[in-house]
C-alpha cells in the first residue's frame, strides 16, 4: 500500500510511454521482454509488471507471451479513455446537462475553426469536426460520442468491464486486469460510498487467490482508475474516492499520442477551450472553493514575481479549475498533459517565460479572474484570448 510504490510504478510507465513517443514505434512494435525492459529502466519484475498493467490500462501496450512474445506496442481506442470519464462524470442526474454543455462548446468551436464558408449548422459534431481538418478535436469528438453513448446506453462500458457477480473473471485481458474490472464494477454497483473501506492488500490475495505481486498491480489499476486511495499505517488499506480530472488526463494524453496528433493542432483546441471554459465559468460563476482561489490572484499582497514553470501552472490551474463542467475540464487538461509529453523541453520554455514575463502573464491572468468573478462573459473571453496571444508569442512561436 505504500504510495512510493505507486508512484515508481507511473513513473516507469510514464518513461515506457515517453520511449514509445520519441521512437514513433508503430502499431505492433515488441518493445522488449520482461527480461530486456527490467534491464533498461533499471527496476525489478513486480515493478515493472505494476508500469505495465497501468500502460495496458491506458490502452497503450500489452504483454504478449510466447517465443516471440514482449511489450507490443496498441493503440487505445475511445472506450480506454471513455472509460475513466464514465467513472467520473457519469454518475447522477446532472451527467445529460454536462453533456448537452460540452456538446454545445465543441459545437462551437468545430464551427470557429471550421474554413469560411462552411456550412456546418445542421450536421452531426463529428462531421463537423471532419470539416475543420484539426485532428485533435477529431480524436475528443470521437472520445466524447463515446461518452455520450455511454450515458445513453448504448456504449460498450458495461461490456468492457467484466461483469461477475458470482466471482468468476472472463478470460480476457491479464489477470491482474480482471480482477480490477470486476472491482471497478462491484464499486459502481454498491451501496459504498465516498472513504469506505474496500479492502487491504492481504484482503486481495485472499479473496482471488493471488500473490502479492498480482494483488499490487490490482491495486494501481484501481489507482489509475481514480476510484481508491491507500492509506498507511493503523487502519490502512483501500478506501473509497469520487475520481477527480488526475484519473482522466493520462489516458485522454496516451489516446492524442496513439493519434500522432501534432502539437501545433492540439495547442490550437486548448486554446479555443480555454476562451470557451471562462466564458461559461463566467456565466454560471465559480464555487466557493474556486472563487477563494481567484481572490487570492487579484489580492494586492498576492507575489508579482513567478520563480519557475510550476509557479506558473499553478496559477494557470487555478482558472482552469473555475471550469463549472467536469468534462470540458478533463479534455483541457489532457490537451495540456499531452503538450508535455509532446514537448520534452517545454517546462524549460516555461521557465524562462515565467521569469522574464511573469508581471505580463499575472496581469492576464489576473484580468480573466476578475471578469469570471463579475459574471463578465464577453470579458473573460476577451481577456483569455490577449492571455493567450502573449503566450503564443513568447513560448510557442519561438519553441
Same mark, same amino acid.
Request: charged content about 25%; glycine content about 8%; aromatic content about 4%.
Given at each position: 500500500?505504500?504510495?512510493?510504490?505507486?508512484?515508481?510504478?507511473?513513473?516507469?510507465?510514464?518513461?515506457?510511454?515517453?520511449?514509445?513517443? $520519441?521512437?514513433?514505434?508503430?502499431?505492433?512494435?515488441?518493445? /522488449?521482454?520482461?527480461?530486456?525492459?527490467?534491464?533498461?529502466?533499471?527496476?525489478?519484475?513486480?515493478?515493472?509488471?505494476?508500469?505495465? #498493467?497501468?500502460?495496458?490500462?491506458?490502452?497503450?501496450?500489452?504483454?504478449?507471451? +510466447?517465443?516471440? +512474445?514482449?511489450?507490443?506496442? =496498441? #493503440? %487505445?481506442?475511445?472506450?480506454?479513455?471513455? =472509460? !475513466?470519464?464514465?467513472?467520473?462524470?457519469?454518475? +447522477?442526474?446532472?451527467?445529460?446537462?454536462?453533456?448537452?454543455?460540452?456538446?454545445?462548446?465543441?459545437?462551437?468551436?468545430?464551427?470557429?475553426?471550421?474554413?469560411?464558408?462552411?456550412?456546418?449548422?445542421?450536421?452531426?459534431?463529428? &462531421?463537423?469536426?471532419?470539416?475543420?481538418?484539426?485532428?485533435?478535436?477529431?480524436?475528443?469528438?470521437?472520445?466524447?460520442?463515446?461518452?455520450?453513448?455511454?450515458?445513453? /446506453?448504448?456504449?460498450?462500458?458495461?461490456?468492457?468491464?467484466?461483469?461477475?457477480?458470482?466471482?468468476?473473471?472472463?478470460?480476457?485481458?491479464?489477470?491482474?486486469?480482471?480482477?480490477?474490472?470486476?472491482?471497478?464494477?462491484?464499486?459502481?454497483?454498491?451501496?459504498?460510498?465516498?472513504?469506505?473501506?474496500?479492502?487491504?492488500?492481504? $484482503?486481495?490475495?485472499?479473496?482471488?487467490?493471488?500473490?502479492? !505481486?498480482?494483488?499490487?498491480?490490482?491495486?494501481?489499476?484501481?489507482?489509475?482508475?481514480?476510484?481508491?486511495?491507500?492509506?498507511?499505517?493503523?487502519? @490502512?488499506?483501500?478506501?473509497?474516492?469520487?475520481?477527480?480530472?488526475?484519473?482522466?488526463?493520462?489516458?485522454?494524453?496516451?489516446?492524442?499520442?496513439?493519434?500522432?496528433?501534432?502539437?501545433?493542432?492540439?495547442?490550437?483546441?486548448?486554446?479555443?477551450?480555454?476562451?470557451?471554459?471562462?466564458?461559461?465559468?463566467?456565466?454560471? =460563476?465559480?464555487?466557493?472553493?474556486?472563487?477563494? &482561489?481567484?481572490?487570492?490572484?487579484?489580492? %494586492?499582497?498576492?507575489?508579482?514575481?513567478?520563480?519557475?514553470?510550476?509557479?506558473?501552472?499553478?496559477?494557470?490551474?487555478?482558472?482552469?479549475?473555475?471550469?463549472?463542467?467536469?468534462?470540458?475540464?478533463?479534455?483541457?487538461? +489532457?490537451?495540456?498533459?499531452?503538450?508535455?509529453?509532446? @514537448?520534452?523541453?517545454?517546462?524549460?520554455?516555461?521557465? =524562462?517565460?515565467?521569469?522574464?514575463?511573469?508581471?505580463?502573464?499575472?496581469? &492576464?491572468?489576473?484580468?480573466?479572474?476578475?471578469?469570471?468573478?463579475?459574471?463578465?462573459?464577453?470579458?473573460? /473571453?476577451?481577456?483569455?484570448?490577449?492571455? @493567450?496571444?502573449?503566450?503564443?508569442?513568447?513560448?510557442?512561436?519561438?519553441?
Amino acid at each position: 500500500m505504500d504510495t512510493l510504490e505507486q508512484k515508481k510504478a507511473v513513473t516507469i510507465a510514464e518513461s515506457i510511454q515517453q520511449d514509445m513517443l $520519441d521512437a514513433t514505434a508503430p502499431l505492433g512494435t515488441v518493445l /522488449g521482454s520482461e527480461v530486456q525492459l527490467c534491464e533498461r529502466y533499471g527496476v525489478g519484475r513486480d515493478a515493472l509488471r505494476e508500469a505495465i #498493467r497501468i500502460l495496458e490500462f491506458r490502452g497503450m501496450a500489452r504483454m504478449r507471451r +510466447g517465443p516471440k +512474445g514482449g511489450l507490443v506496442v =496498441r #493503440r %487505445p481506442n475511445e472506450d480506454a479513455v471513455m =472509460r !475513466p470519464l464514465a467513472y467520473s462524470y457519469l454518475q +447522477g442526474a446532472h451527467a445529460p446537462v454536462l453533456l448537452d454543455d460540452a456538446r454545445a462548446v465543441l459545437t462551437r468551436i468545430a464551427s470557429t475553426l471550421a474554413p469560411l464558408g462552411t456550412e456546418t449548422d445542421t450536421e452531426p459534431l463529428i &462531421s463537423m469536426a471532419q470539416h475543420t481538418g484539426n485532428e485533435a478535436l477529431q480524436a475528443i469528438v470521437l472520445v466524447f460520442e463515446a461518452l455520450c453513448a455511454s450515458a445513453r /446506453g448504448e456504449g460498450s462500458l458495461s461490456t468492457a468491464t467484466a461483469r461477475c457477480d458470482d466471482g468468476t473473471l472472463s478470460s480476457s485481458d491479464s489477470r491482474a486486469g480482471r480482477i480490477a474490472r470486476h472491482l471497478i464494477q462491484r464499486i459502481r454497483m454498491g451501496p459504498a460510498g465516498e472513504g469506505s473501506r474496500l479492502g487491504s492488500e492481504a $484482503d486481495l490475495c485472499a479473496r482471488y487467490d493471488i500473490g502479492i !505481486p498480482v494483488a499490487r498491480q490490482v491495486i494501481r489499476l484501481l489507482e489509475q482508475s481514480g476510484l481508491i486511495v491507500c492509506q498507511r499505517g493503523r487502519g @490502512n488499506g483501500m478506501f473509497l474516492r469520487t475520481p477527480g480530472i488526475e484519473a482522466v488526463t493520462p489516458a485522454l494524453a496516451s489516446y492524442l499520442v496513439s493519434r500522432s496528433v501534432s502539437s501545433r493542432e492540439s495547442w490550437v483546441l486548448g486554446q479555443q477551450l480555454s476562451i470557451e471554459t471562462v466564458m461559461l465559468a463566467a456565466s454560471r =460563476r465559480a464555487d466557493q472553493a474556486n472563487t477563494r &482561489s481567484l481572490e487570492k490572484l487579484l489580492d %494586492p499582497a498576492a507575489p508579482t514575481v513567478l520563480r519557475d514553470a510550476a509557479d506558473l501552472l499553478a496559477i494557470d490551474r487555478a482558472v482552469d479549475r473555475c471550469t463549472p463542467n467536469p468534462v470540458l475540464l478533463a479534455i483541457l487538461e +489532457g490537451l495540456k498533459a499531452y503538450s508535455r509529453l509532446r @514537448n520534452r523541453d517545454r517546462d524549460l520554455a516555461l521557465t =524562462r517565460f515565467a521569469t522574464e514575463h511573469g508581471p505580463e502573464f499575472l496581469a &492576464s491572468t489576473r484580468a480573466v479572474a476578475h471578469a469570471i468573478l463579475t459574471g463578465d462573459c464577453r470579458g473573460a /473571453g476577451e481577456a483569455q484570448q490577449l492571455k @493567450n496571444q502573449l503566450f503564443i508569442s513568447r513560448v510557442i512561436q519561438r519553441s
